[in-house]
């Protein structure tokens, strides 16, 4: 395999499944050409059942199934005396109702496909499936056996026995289901990733983890998704996606993507030190030199509080790439730790002149300009991030700890957290910081609250959970429940020195717990996290 261009594929599908950036059909030239044209014959018949059939099928290609519903819908509505394709018409509403899970009104309008059409593959495939979504698996197997008759070499057909054999709880014959699926195409990787997905219906994580890393070695075209899935397995079951990741290691100790793929994993759950480690072999091993790897090296030791070792790391990252606009944010935020506010400044400068959309760098730069005593530069980076974003919580704290703490303006700050309670965030999710804003608009009740049943429901597998419910204590006053919190999160594993020790960012921190003798104490029984 192919390190680098596997590692680009896999970074670029972080980007975009992570970050949400990616490019949006919509955007097509043609696409937009297309819609243009079909608005304006719109504007002159707006009963026109064909142009509505036919931008219902480019909204259902751009993901828009809502739009799509309705120009379908309406289609049908005046589709009388018109050259209007019912059948096509049919087989894409049940298309767009599947998308949007509406498997009983998907299955009303497969019926009648399938009524004109018996023989039609797909639209049976899609009965099945919806039938199986709706639990009537003896309807939904006898689909899939219909699929085996039309083509006795379906995968289609064994995978859906298989999941049925599942819900049957027929486990011997759902693995026999999938074997011969994948003895029909063993060089195609997504032939393993779906036995993965029955695999981890089964309960057997393990077989999962083993399919994916096949997937990944067998060709690229599958590589983002597997990886995608095992940080997803890894939230549930950390230490079988590491067991199965190194023994695919042992297996081939000489493929530097399964090092890359083993310290990402470790990286993410903040177990910084075994990520440095693989991340050191793929380079002293020279599996390969890529400056990423750097960079990621850099953040484990910036989080490991070893701001010397991450800005070698991160200058030599820098040195050899010009694609670096993320490195002079990682280096932003070293130098801050290191107390070079200036340098600070000057990277988060150079990062923005790389992006200027980045609302990292203006958040770096918001940083950093606080850190030179200009509070006001830091609102406007702030402000401007939050234009981008505005349904990121964080940004709004950070906007209000600026205006409260360093603008002495609390009517403004207190906006700022009534922003963060209005957005249509999920309140459960300790990632809408709902409790926080109650807290800081003294409303501590409901934010203690907030902060119990995000507690009951979060699964916290890394301690990061654990870790903001001891910020919240810390800045509640609530000494008592912020360090039974602070242990339970060093208990999972939650290494990050620098959130423990330096981070003072928008009142989301333990720092005032540092002064408290039982800080120093607990960071001292858990040092085997961070190496000290």
């Not at 793929?282 to 390969?288: A, P, Q, V």
């Not at 990121?392 to 603008?407: E, H, K, M, P, S």
């Not at 409901?446 to 419910?469: F, I």
Request: with cysteine; net charge negative; glycine share 4%.
């Amino acid at each position: 395999m192919n390190f680098r261009q596997s590692l680009l594929s896999i970074l670029f599908i972080a980007a975009t499944t992570f970050t949400g950036i990616g490019a949006n059909p919509m955007d097509d030239p043609m696409t937009q050409t297309l819609m243009k044209t079909y608005s304006q014959l719109l504007d002159e018949d707006p009963h026109d059942a064909d142009v509505l059939f036919r931008r219902a099928n480019i909204y259902y290609k751009c993901g828009d199934y809502i739009r799509a519903l309705d120009d379908i819908n309406m289609g049908f509505k005046y589709a009388e005396n018109s050259e209007f394709d019912t059948q096509s018409a049919l087989d894409l509403r049940a298309n767009i109702y599947m998308m949007l899970h509406k498997d009983e009104q998907a299955l009303a309008d497969l019926n009648a496909v399938l009524a004109n059409d018996p023989n039609n593959y797909i639209a049976t495939y899609q009965r099945a499936t919806a039938l199986y979504n709706l639990g009537r698996y003896a309807e939904a197997k006898s689909d899939f056996r219909q699929l085996q008759l039309m083509n006795p070499r379906s995968q289609e057909a064994l995978f859906g026995l298989a999941r049925v054999a599942v819900k049957e709880n027929n486990l011997g014959i759902a693995e026999e289901m999938c074997e011969r699926a994948v003895a029909l195409t063993p060089t195609n990787s997504n032939v393993y990733m779906r036995r993965a997905a029955v695999r981890t219906m089964m309960g057997n994580d393990q077989g999962a983890v083993q399919d994916y890393l096949v997937a990944i070695s067998t060709d690229q075209e599958s590589t983002p998704k597997a990886l995608g899935e095992l940080v997803v397995l890894s939230r549930t079951n950390y230490p079988v996606v590491i067991s199965g990741i190194s023994g695919a290691i042992r297996q081939a100790p000489k493929n530097g993507i399964f090092y890359f793929i083993r310290a990402m994993i470790a990286q993410g759950h903040s177990n910084y030190l075994a990520a440095i480690a693989d991340y050191d072999k793929i380079i002293n091993e020279h599996l390969d030199s890529y400056a990423g790897i750097n960079a990621s090296l850099a953040e484990c030791y910036y989080a490991l509080g070893k701001y010397d070792i991450a800005e070698v790391n991160i200058d030599y990252a820098i040195s050899a790439t010009n694609d670096n606009a993320f490195y002079y944010i990682l280096k932003s935020r070293i130098e801050l730790a290191l107390g070079n506010e200036a340098a600070a400044l000057s990277c988060a400068e150079k990062a923005l002149e790389k992006t200027p959309e980045s609302n990292e760098a203006l958040i770096a730069k918001g940083l950093a300009s606080l850190a030179n005593g200009d509070a006001a530069d830091a609102s406007v980076c702030f402000s401007e991030a939050a234009m981008n974003a505005p349904e990121d919580a964080y940004l709004a704290l950070l906007r209000a700890w600026v205006l409260a703490d360093y603008r002495k303006q609390p009517k403004n700050a207190e906006r700022c957290y009534q922003l963060v309670l209005d957005m249509d965030t999920p309140i459960d999710e300790i990632s809408s910081y709902r409790g926080f804003a109650l807290l800081f608009l003294d409303k501590k009740d409901e934010g203690d609250t907030w902060m119990q049943r995000v507690l009951a429901t979060a699964n916290d597998y890394d301690g990061e959970v654990s870790y903001y419910a001891a910020c919240y204590y810390a800045q509640s006053g609530d000494f008592n429940n912020a360090f039974k919190y602070m242990e339970k999160s060093l208990e999972k594993g939650y290494a990050n020195y620098h959130n423990w020790t330096k981070n003072n960012d928008a009142r989301v921190n333990v720092a005032p717990l540092r002064s408290d003798p039982r800080f120093e104490s607990l960071l001292k029984q858990y040092s085997v996290l961070f190496n000290n």
